[in-house]
Every structure is written in C-alpha cells, then in structure tokens.
C-alpha cells in the first residue's frame, strides 16, 4: 500500500498563489503516475494535473498556465504550484498514485479562494 499526506491548502485571495505538496511512503516502486484531483462541493471529483514516470505532464484546460505540477524523486512527493487563483479553484484538493490499475489516495487539503 502506499500513503499519501496532503499539504499546503488554506485561504488565498484571488489572484494569490499557493503550494500543494502530497509525501509519500510505502510500495512506491510501482507508480506510474502521479496526480493531483479536487473536489469543489456538489461536484464531481475531477482531474486537475498529473504526472508520470517519464515526465510527461497534463492539466485541465481550467488550469493550463496557471498551475504547475512537479515532482521530487528524492523527498518521494510530489507537489502543485498555483498561481492567478480564481473563486473557481476552491475545493478540496486529493493527491492520487496509480500503475494503471489501481489508485491511492490522500485525505485532502482544503483550498479556499475568497476575497
């Protein structure tokens, strides 16, 4: 199993930035793939970024420019920078490990944007 702990959420104003960081420990030798997914509620869980073994990234056409994705093979996390927060952003955010088949996940961080 692997485990997840999220940190780095809280409250920003619009236009504000923060840092999302997930560690990770357990079986972490098999994870393709990397990624972060939140929550706004009343709606869908849904993809934000991820990224895999080899370094490919992707993101939602929400946050594409905005939001960064990275990963540091030596402290075994991998983190999100946002930056230009929008009201939009808000929502629980989840750090999510997958090989393809199956998916850990963490508790959440909540990211509040408000002014």
């Known amino acids: 199993q692997v485990q997840l702990v999220e940190s780095g959420g809280g409250l920003v104003q619009p236009g504000g930035s923060l840092r999302l960081s997930c560690a990770a420990s357990g079986n972490i030798f098999s994870i393709l793939t990397w990624a972060w997914y939140r929550q706004a509620p009343g709606k869908q869980r849904e993809l934000v970024a991820d990224?895999?073994?080899?370094?490919?990234?992707r993101y939602v056409d929400s946050v594409a420019g905005r939001f960064t994705i990275s990963r540091d093979y030596a402290k075994k996390t991998v983190s999100l920078q946002m930056n230009s927060l929008k009201f939009e952003d808000t929502a629980v955010y989840y750090c999510?490990?997958?090989?393809?088949?199956?998916?850990?996940w963490g508790q959440g961080t909540q990211v509040i944007v408000s002014s």
């Open positions: 990224i895999t073994s080899n370094g490919r990234t």
């Open positions: 999510n490990v997958g090989n393809g088949v199956l998916n850990s």
